[in-house]
């Protein structure tokens, strides 16, 4: 059992940054990979970012590559998400996840456990 606990969003402008940091109890979290998901009100949740267990590898939507980037410090059992260039598109309840098999991490399904999330509203 994981489980995770966002923290670091808020309100911020046009062009401004946010970090947000999902920790994870358990002593398991360097054997998972962690994604980082979004879900605006109407829409589907979509992919954001995610990062293999040693942290070698990431990958990223193509919506926010260039402007956010996830990383992990396993020794805090913590996944991170730095937003830069933060756009009003971006505004969302932002969620981290963690897979086990390291599977096809674009998909929601893929992930055996979700963090409660944490709103990002980026105002214009």
């Known amino acids: 059992q994981v489980q995770l606990v966002e923290s670091g969003g808020g309100l911020v402008q046009a062009g401004g940054s946010l970090r947000l940091s999902c920790t994870a109890s358990?002593?398991?979290?360097?054997?998972?990979?962690m994604g980082w998901f979004r879900q605006a009100p109407g829409k589907e949740r979509e992919f954001v970012a995610a990062?293999?267990?040693?942290?070698?590898?990431?990958s990223a939507s193509p919506s926010v590559k260039g402007r956010f980037t996830i990383s992990r410090d396993n020794a805090k059992n913590t996944v991170y998400l730095q937003m830069n260039s933060l756009e009003p598109e971006d505004t969302a309840v932002y969620y981290c996840?963690?897979?086990?098999?390291?599977?096809?991490?674009?998909?929601?399904?893929?992930?055996?456990?979700w963090g409660q999330g944490t709103q990002v509203t980026v105002s214009s």
């Open positions: 996840a963690a897979d086990y098999s390291c599977g096809i991490v674009v998909l929601a399904g893929a992930y055996d456990y």
């Open positions: 358990g002593r398991t979290f360097t054997t998972y990979c």
């Open positions: 990062i293999r267990p040693s942290g070698s590898s990431t």
